[in-house]
């Protein structure tokens, strides 16, 4: 019965923002790390940030360092991904995850153990 719920994706012109949302359930969300990844159809699946399930620690792809912020609310089992300055290159399908240990490659998708439905993030003016 567990669930991840992606939300908050949609079409946005260059420069712009959104903010993302995966809710989550059937799981202890507080021994959970939380991790964003997108992709493009064709292409490789590549991860964007991750949330230790402490919500003290996170981890940014280099391509959206300073640009987009995860942040953890316990009370409602929730995982946010503000995204700023918002590039046509940003486009894609965005995805949450979640696992259980730390220290892990956060980077493989492999490792995690559960997944949301995804949600289509479009950049273009």
């Known amino acids: 019965q567990v669930q991840l719920v992606e939300s908050g994706g949609g079409l946005v012109q260059p420069g712009g923002s959104l903010r993302l949302s995966c809710r989550t359930s059937?799981?202890?969300?507080?021994?959970?790390?939380i991790a964003w990844f997108r992709q493009v159809p064709g292409r490789e699946r590549e991860a964007i940030s991750v949330?230790?399930?402490?919500?003290?620690?996170?981890l940014y792809r280099d391509s959206v360092k300073g640009r987009f912020i995860i942040s953890k609310d316990n009370a409602k089992n929730t995982v946010h991904l503000q995204m700023n300055n918002l590039a046509p290159e940003d486009t894609a399908i965005y995805y949450c995850?979640?696992?259980?240990?730390?220290?892990?490659?956060?980077?493989?998708?492999?490792?995690?153990?559960?997944w949301g439905q995804g949600t289509q993030v479009t950049v273009s003016s």
């Open positions: 949330i230790r399930d402490s919500g003290d620690f996170t």
């Open positions: 059937g799981f202890r969300f507080d021994d959970y790390h």
């Open positions: 995850a979640a696992k259980s240990d730390w220290p892990f490659d956060w980077k493989q998708g492999e490792d995690y153990d559960y």
